[in-house]
Protein backbone atom coordinates (compact mmCIF):
# COMPACT_ATOMS: atom_id res chain seq x y z
CA UNK A 1 0.00 0.00 0.00
CA UNK A 2 1.19 3.39 -0.45
CA UNK A 3 0.03 6.60 1.63
CA UNK A 4 -0.01 9.36 -0.69
CA UNK A 5 0.63 13.47 1.81
CA UNK A 6 3.05 14.64 4.08
CA UNK A 7 2.85 13.82 8.22
CA UNK A 8 2.37 17.57 9.05
CA UNK A 9 -1.40 16.48 8.34
CA UNK A 10 -2.89 15.24 11.22
CA UNK A 11 -5.48 13.37 8.70
CA UNK A 12 -2.33 11.53 6.74
CA UNK A 13 -0.87 11.22 10.06
CA UNK A 14 -3.84 9.41 11.35
CA UNK A 15 -3.98 6.97 8.81
CA UNK A 16 -0.01 6.30 9.35
CA UNK A 17 -0.46 5.53 13.14
CA UNK A 18 -3.43 3.48 12.44
CA UNK A 19 -0.91 1.01 9.77
CA UNK A 20 2.06 0.87 11.98
CA UNK A 21 -0.39 -0.23 14.93
CA UNK A 22 -1.47 -2.80 13.05
CA UNK A 23 2.06 -3.80 11.69
CA UNK A 24 0.77 -3.09 8.01
CA UNK A 25 3.32 -2.18 5.96
CA UNK A 26 3.13 0.53 3.60
CA UNK A 27 5.36 3.20 1.60
CA UNK A 28 4.84 6.33 1.34
CA UNK A 29 4.38 9.15 -1.24
CA UNK A 30 4.72 12.45 1.09
CA UNK A 31 3.32 14.80 -1.50
CA UNK A 32 2.19 18.56 -0.75
CA UNK A 33 -1.22 19.49 -1.35
CA UNK A 34 0.77 22.58 -2.09
CA UNK A 35 3.88 22.12 -3.55
CA UNK A 36 2.96 18.89 -5.67
CA UNK A 37 -0.73 20.01 -6.59
CA UNK A 38 -0.83 18.69 -9.74
CA UNK A 39 0.09 15.05 -8.65
CA UNK A 40 -1.76 14.91 -5.82
CA UNK A 41 -5.10 15.88 -8.13
CA UNK A 42 -3.98 13.29 -10.33
CA UNK A 43 -4.49 10.76 -7.20
CA UNK A 44 -7.35 12.66 -5.58
CA UNK A 45 -9.25 15.02 -7.92
CA UNK A 46 -10.50 16.81 -4.51
CA UNK A 47 -6.64 17.59 -4.37
CA UNK A 48 -6.59 16.14 -0.45
CA UNK A 49 -4.66 14.08 1.23
CA UNK A 50 -4.54 11.81 3.18
CA UNK A 51 -5.01 8.52 -0.40
CA UNK A 52 -4.43 5.55 0.18
CA UNK A 53 -3.37 3.14 -3.11
CA UNK A 54 -3.89 -0.57 -2.27
CA UNK A 55 -2.12 -3.73 -3.32
CA UNK A 56 -4.79 -3.93 -6.37
CA UNK A 57 -4.08 -0.34 -7.77
CA UNK A 58 -7.68 1.02 -6.04
CA UNK A 59 -7.35 4.36 -4.64
CA UNK A 60 -9.20 5.28 -1.54
CA UNK A 61 -9.25 8.62 -0.19
CA UNK A 62 -10.78 10.80 3.11
CA UNK A 63 -9.24 9.38 6.27
CA UNK A 64 -12.30 8.03 8.05
CA UNK A 65 -12.71 5.84 4.63
CA UNK A 66 -9.13 4.61 4.53
CA UNK A 67 -9.41 3.76 8.70
CA UNK A 68 -12.68 2.00 8.25
CA UNK A 69 -11.06 -0.20 5.36
CA UNK A 70 -7.97 -0.77 7.40
CA UNK A 71 -10.38 -1.58 10.95
CA UNK A 72 -12.05 -4.25 8.68
CA UNK A 73 -8.45 -5.88 7.52
CA UNK A 74 -7.32 -5.54 11.02
CA UNK A 75 -10.34 -7.48 12.37
CA UNK A 76 -12.82 -6.64 14.84
CA UNK A 77 -10.35 -7.98 18.10
CA UNK A 78 -7.85 -5.54 16.58
CA UNK A 79 -9.69 -2.86 15.61
CA UNK A 80 -9.13 0.29 16.95
CA UNK A 81 -13.01 1.26 16.61
CA UNK A 82 -15.19 -0.89 18.45
CA UNK A 83 -17.70 -2.44 15.92
CA UNK A 84 -20.69 -2.17 17.60
CA UNK A 85 -23.01 -0.70 20.56
CA UNK A 86 -22.40 2.04 23.32
CA UNK A 87 -17.98 1.91 22.83
CA UNK A 88 -18.60 2.58 18.81
CA UNK A 89 -20.30 5.64 19.20
CA UNK A 90 -18.30 6.72 21.97
CA UNK A 91 -15.44 6.45 20.21
CA UNK A 92 -17.48 7.86 16.91
CA UNK A 93 -18.25 11.08 18.53
CA UNK A 94 -14.72 12.09 19.99
CA UNK A 95 -12.88 10.78 16.37
CA UNK A 96 -15.36 13.81 14.66
CA UNK A 97 -15.18 15.86 17.25
CA UNK A 98 -11.09 15.48 17.23
CA UNK A 99 -11.25 15.36 13.10
CA UNK A 100 -13.73 18.93 13.55
CA UNK A 101 -11.22 20.25 15.15
CA UNK A 102 -8.36 19.68 12.99
CA UNK A 103 -10.04 21.08 10.16
CA UNK A 104 -10.87 24.14 11.99
CA UNK A 105 -7.28 24.59 12.80
CA UNK A 106 -6.10 23.90 9.24
CA UNK A 107 -8.86 26.79 8.05
CA UNK A 108 -7.51 28.83 10.70
CA UNK A 109 -3.60 28.39 9.48
CA UNK A 110 -4.51 29.04 6.18
CA UNK A 111 -6.41 32.18 6.45
CA UNK A 112 -3.34 33.26 8.40
CA UNK A 113 -1.03 32.19 5.71
CA UNK A 114 -2.79 33.67 2.90
CA UNK A 115 -4.45 37.16 4.28
CA UNK A 116 -1.61 39.44 6.12
CA UNK A 117 -3.13 41.84 8.55
CA UNK A 118 -5.47 43.79 7.35
CA UNK A 119 -6.91 41.16 4.80
CA UNK A 120 -7.55 38.68 7.75
CA UNK A 121 -10.94 38.27 7.84
CA UNK A 122 -11.46 38.99 11.92
CA UNK A 123 -14.94 37.02 12.39
CA UNK A 124 -13.72 34.53 10.52
CA UNK A 125 -10.76 34.17 12.67
CA UNK A 126 -12.72 34.59 16.17
CA UNK A 127 -15.20 32.24 14.91
CA UNK A 128 -12.48 29.42 14.27
CA UNK A 129 -10.65 30.45 17.49
CA UNK A 130 -13.99 30.04 19.04
CA UNK A 131 -15.05 26.31 17.74
CA UNK A 132 -11.68 25.00 18.47
CA UNK A 133 -11.95 26.33 21.70
CA UNK A 134 -15.07 24.85 23.27
CA UNK A 135 -14.49 22.06 21.13
CA UNK A 136 -11.18 21.18 22.72
CA UNK A 137 -13.12 21.76 26.38
CA UNK A 138 -15.49 19.42 25.25
CA UNK A 139 -12.68 16.57 24.80
CA UNK A 140 -11.15 17.51 27.99
CA UNK A 141 -14.00 17.05 29.84
CA UNK A 142 -14.41 13.26 28.21
CA UNK A 143 -11.42 12.11 27.75
CA UNK A 144 -10.30 9.53 30.51
CA UNK A 145 -6.56 8.38 31.55
CA UNK A 146 -4.52 6.93 30.74
CA UNK A 147 -6.28 6.60 27.32
CA UNK A 148 -9.31 8.25 26.27
CA UNK A 149 -11.29 5.54 27.04
CA UNK A 150 -9.68 4.72 30.16
CA UNK A 151 -8.45 1.65 29.93
CA UNK A 152 -7.88 0.82 25.99
CA UNK A 153 -6.03 2.80 22.94
CA UNK A 154 -8.68 3.77 20.28
CA UNK A 155 -8.94 5.56 17.53
CA UNK A 156 -10.23 8.65 19.77
CA UNK A 157 -6.80 8.42 21.07
CA UNK A 158 -4.88 8.10 17.90
CA UNK A 159 -7.30 11.08 16.45
CA UNK A 160 -6.97 13.40 19.06
CA UNK A 161 -3.36 13.07 19.37
CA UNK A 162 -2.91 13.54 15.99
CA UNK A 163 -5.08 16.59 16.36
CA UNK A 164 -2.67 17.80 19.19
CA UNK A 165 0.20 17.46 17.36
CA UNK A 166 -0.98 19.29 14.53
CA UNK A 167 -2.14 22.26 16.73
CA UNK A 168 0.77 22.44 18.72
CA UNK A 169 2.82 22.92 15.43
CA UNK A 170 0.43 25.14 13.56
CA UNK A 171 -1.50 27.74 16.49
CA UNK A 172 0.30 26.81 19.40
CA UNK A 173 -1.61 29.31 21.77
CA UNK A 174 -4.47 26.77 21.23
CA UNK A 175 -3.27 24.46 23.06
CA UNK A 176 -2.22 25.62 26.86
CA UNK A 177 -1.26 22.18 28.43
CA UNK A 178 -2.23 23.28 31.73
CA UNK A 179 -6.00 24.05 30.42
CA UNK A 180 -6.28 20.71 29.34
CA UNK A 181 -4.15 18.66 31.63
CA UNK A 182 -6.14 15.30 30.61
CA UNK A 183 -5.57 15.70 27.40
CA UNK A 184 -2.02 16.85 27.27
CA UNK A 185 -1.05 13.61 29.56
CA UNK A 186 -3.22 11.44 26.94
CA UNK A 187 -1.45 12.90 23.82
CA UNK A 188 2.40 12.46 25.71
CA UNK A 189 0.96 8.90 26.68
CA UNK A 190 0.51 8.35 22.76
CA UNK A 191 3.73 9.78 21.44
CA UNK A 192 5.70 7.15 23.39
CA UNK A 193 4.74 4.63 21.30
CA UNK A 194 6.35 3.16 18.07
CA UNK A 195 3.28 3.76 16.27
CA UNK A 196 3.26 7.69 17.03
CA UNK A 197 7.38 7.87 16.95
CA UNK A 198 7.48 6.28 13.39
CA UNK A 199 4.99 8.74 11.90
CA UNK A 200 6.63 12.32 12.52
CA UNK A 201 6.95 14.84 10.12
CA UNK A 202 10.35 15.34 8.66
CA UNK A 203 12.32 18.63 8.22
CA UNK A 204 11.32 19.07 4.97
CA UNK A 205 7.57 18.19 5.26
CA UNK A 206 6.00 21.75 6.05
CA UNK A 207 4.29 24.21 4.46
CA UNK A 208 5.54 26.60 1.70
CA UNK A 209 5.36 30.09 3.27
CA UNK A 210 3.69 33.09 2.16
CA UNK A 211 4.84 35.35 -1.11
CA UNK A 212 5.53 38.39 0.02
N1 LIG B 1 -11.97 14.82 5.80
C1 LIG B 1 -10.67 14.71 5.21
C2 LIG B 1 -9.87 15.99 5.44
C3 LIG B 1 -8.52 15.94 4.74
C4 LIG B 1 -7.89 17.33 4.66
O1 LIG B 1 -8.50 18.36 4.92
N2 LIG B 1 -6.61 17.33 4.26
C5 LIG B 1 -5.91 18.58 4.08
C6 LIG B 1 -4.45 18.45 4.52
S1 LIG B 1 -4.31 18.55 6.26
C7 LIG B 1 -5.90 18.89 2.60
O2 LIG B 1 -5.51 18.08 1.81
N3 LIG B 1 -6.36 20.11 2.23
C8 LIG B 1 -6.34 20.58 0.91
C9 LIG B 1 -7.66 21.12 0.46
O3 LIG B 1 -8.70 20.69 1.01
O4 LIG B 1 -7.65 21.96 -0.43
C10 LIG B 1 -9.93 13.49 5.80
O5 LIG B 1 -10.26 13.12 6.93
O6 LIG B 1 -9.08 12.92 5.12
Not at 47 to 72: F, Q, Y
Not at 146 to 155: A, G, I, M, T, V
Not at 160 to 170: E, N, W
Given at each position: ?????????????????????????????????F????????????????????????????????????????????????????????????V???????????????ER??????????????????????S?????????????????????????????????????????????????????????L???????????????????
Amino acid sequence: MILVGQFDSPFVRRVAVTLNHYHMPFTRNPLSIFRNAAEVQKINPLLRVPALILENGETLIDSHAIIDHLDEMAGPARALTPRHGPERRHVLQAVYLAAGIAEKVVQLFLERLNHADKALAKDWEKRLLSQINTSLERLEHDCGTPWFFDNKLSQADVTTACMLMHMKLRVPECFPATKYPKLHAMALHCETLDAFANARPGADETVPARKA
